[in-house]
C-alpha cells in the first residue's frame, strides 16, 4: 500500500526546520514505541546531520516492554543518538527528558542563552500531549486526529530549556509498503488514506504470527484462525459484526480490531522489530532504484532522435 498524503502545511513545517536547525542544540524527535522505524521521518536524518538527537519512544504504554528496550538499544547505536522511553499516562517519565536534556549541555542549562530544542514527529505519534505535560498547560492542541498543529511555535518550559514546535511532518511518499500499513494501523494516517479492511487484514496477518496468545484471549477464541481473513470472520462472530442474514461486515470488524490496538485493548503490542529493519530497508531501495530506471528511460523516450 503506497500512500501519498502530504497537506500544505507539512511543505511549509520541512522549510521551517531547515531554517531552525541552525539555532538548535538538541533535536528531539517523538516516535511512536509500536513502530519506531515506521515513525521515523527520514528526511529528518538527512536534514540533522550529526547534531546531538533524542529519540522519544512515546506510547510505551502501549508497546511491547521487551521490543521496546531492543528498540532503545538498536536507535542508540547511531552516534549522537540517545532514547528514552515515555507515556503520557506516567508523568513522571517525561520529566526524564528534560533532566537528559541539561545533562547533555550543563553549561548551556546554566547560561543566560540555556538550551534550544527542536520537537519534531509525525502526525499523532503523542507530540503534543507531551508538550502539554512538559510546560505544565495546554500549548498545543491533541486529539486522535492526525495533523492538528499548524504553524510552529515557541515554548519556555523553564529549568533552562527553550522548545520550538512544529507541525507533524509525513514524508511526501512512503514507499515502504509494510510502513504504510502500520502508520495506518497506528492511526498517524488519515482514515480517508486507506482501506480499513486492507490494514486490518494486514495487522491481522502480523498478529496471528507474533501476539496468538493476545488473540485468544482478547477474543476468547478456542483455536486460532489459520489466515488472517478468517481471524477477521470469527472476530466478527463474536462480537456481532454482522450484515443481513448472518455473514460477517468485514468493514465494521476491521475497524474494531483497529480501534482495539490503538486502545490497547489487545494488550502491549509492537507492530515492528529491529531485526525486520534490514530486509524492509533492502526492499525500499529496491523499489528507488526501479522508480529512477524508470524515470531514465521516460527521459530517453522524451529526447528528439537524431536524424
Given at each position: 500500500?503506497?500512500?501519498?498524503?502530504?497537506?500544505?502545511?507539512m511543505h511549509?513545517?520541512?522549510?521551517?526546520?531547515?531554517?531552525?536547525?541552525?539555532q538548535?542544540?538538541?533535536?528531539?524527535?517523538?516516535?511512536?514505541?509500536?513502530?519506531?522505524?515506521?515513525?521515523?521521518?527520514?528526511?529528518?536524518?538527512t536534514?540533522?546531520?550529526?547534531k546531538?538527537?533524542?529519540?522519544?519512544?512515546?506510547?510505551?504504554?502501549?508497546?511491547?516492554?521487551?521490543?521496546?528496550?531492543?528498540?532503545?538499544?538498536?536507535?542508540?547505536?547511531?552516534?549522537?543518538?540517545?532514547?528514552?522511553?515515555?507515556?503520557?499516562e506516567?508523568?513522571?517519565s517525561?520529566?526524564?527528558?528534560?533532566?537528559?536534556c541539561?545533562?547533555?549541555?550543563?553549561?548551556?542549562?546554566?547560561?543566560?542563552?540555556?538550551?534550544?530544542?527542536?520537537?519534531?514527529?509525525?502526525?499523532?505519534?503523542?507530540k503534543?500531549?507531551?508538550i502539554?505535560?512538559?510546560?505544565?498547560?495546554?500549548?498545543?492542541?491533541?486529539?486522535?486526529?492526525?495533523?492538528?498543529?499548524?504553524?510552529?511555535?515557541?515554548?519556555?518550559?523553564?529549568?533552562?530549556?527553550?522548545?520550538?514546535?512544529?507541525?507533524?511532518?509525513?514524508?511526501?511518499?512512503?514507499?515502504?509498503?509494510?510502513?504504510?500499513?502500520?502508520?495506518?494501523?497506528?492511526?498517524?494516517?488519515?482514515?480517508?488514506?486507506?482501506?480499513?479492511?486492507?490494514?486490518?487484514?494486514?495487522?491481522?496477518?502480523?498478529?496471528?504470527?507474533?501476539?496468538?496468545?493476545a488473540?485468544?484471549?482478547?477474543?476468547?477464541?478456542?483455536?486460532?484462525?489459520?489466515?488472517?481473513?478468517?481471524?477477521?470472520?470469527a472476530?466478527?462472530?463474536?462480537?456481532?459484526?454482522?450484515?443481513?442474514?448472518?455473514?460477517?461486515?468485514?468493514?465494521k470488524?476491521s475497524?474494531?480490531?483497529?480501534?482495539?490496538?490503538?486502545?490497547?485493548?489487545?494488550?502491549r503490542?509492537?507492530?515492528?522489530?529491529?531485526?525486520?529493519?534490514?530486509?524492509?530497508?533492502?526492499?525500499?531501495?529496491?523499489?528507488?532504484?526501479?522508480?529512477?530506471?524508470?524515470?531514465?528511460?521516460?527521459?530517453?523516450?522524451?529526447?528528439?532522435?537524431?536524424?
Open positions: 500500500m503506497q500512500i501519498q498524503w502530504y497537506p500544505g502545511h511549509k513545517a520541512s522549510k521551517q526546520i531547515k531554517e531552525t536547525l541552525p538548535v542544540d538538541v533535536i528531539i524527535e517523538v516516535l511512536d514505541a509500536r513502530i519506531p522505524y515506521s515513525s521515523t521521518n527520514p528526511m529528518l536524518a536534514l540533522r546531520g550529526d546531538p538527537c533524542i529519540k522519544v519512544l512515546s506510547k510505551s504504554d502501549l508497546a511491547d516492554p521487551t521490543l521496546t528496550a531492543q528498540w532503545q538499544a538498536y536507535l542508540e547505536q547511531e552516534q549522537s543518538v540517545r532514547s528514552l522511553a515515555i507515556s503520557s506516567q508523568p513522571a517525561l520529566k526524564q527528558l528534560t533532566e537528559l541539561r545533562s547533555m549541555f550543563p553549561a548551556k542549562a546554566k547560561s543566560l542563552k540555556g538550551i534550544h530544542a527542536l520537537i519534531v514527529g509525525i502526525p499523532n505519534v503523542g503534543s500531549t507531551l502539554n505535560i512538559l510546560a505544565k498547560r495546554v500549548i498545543a492542541k491533541t486529539g486522535n486526529e492526525p495533523a492538528i498543529t499548524k504553524h510552529q511555535q515557541r515554548i519556555n518550559l523553564g529549568d533552562g530549556i527553550v522548545l520550538s514546535d512544529t507541525p507533524g511532518v509525513l514524508w511526501p511518499n512512503i514507499e515502504n509498503r509494510n510502513s504504510g500499513y502500520r502508520l495506518a494501523a497506528t492511526g498517524a494516517i488519515k482514515e480517508t488514506a486507506m482501506q480499513n479492511d486492507d490494514v486490518a487484514l494486514f495487522t491481522a496477518e502480523y498478529l496471528l504470527k507474533a501476539y496468538p496468545e488473540l485468544l484471549k482478547r477474543y476468547q477464541l478456542n483455536t486460532l484462525p489459520a489466515t488472517d481473513y478468517e481471524l477477521l470472520e472476530v466478527g462472530k463474536k462480537r456481532g459484526c454482522l450484515r443481513g442474514g448472518g455473514g460477517v461486515d468485514m468493514d470488524v475497524k474494531l480490531l483497529l480501534t482495539e490496538l490503538r486502545s490497547g485493548n489487545l494488550g503490542i509492537t507492530l515492528e522489530t529491529p531485526a525486520m529493519m534490514s530486509k524492509e530497508q533492502e526492499e525500499t531501495l529496491r523499489i528507488q532504484a526501479e522508480k529512477a530506471i524508470k524515470r531514465a528511460q521516460r527521459k530517453d523516450k522524451k529526447r528528439p532522435k537524431k536524424s
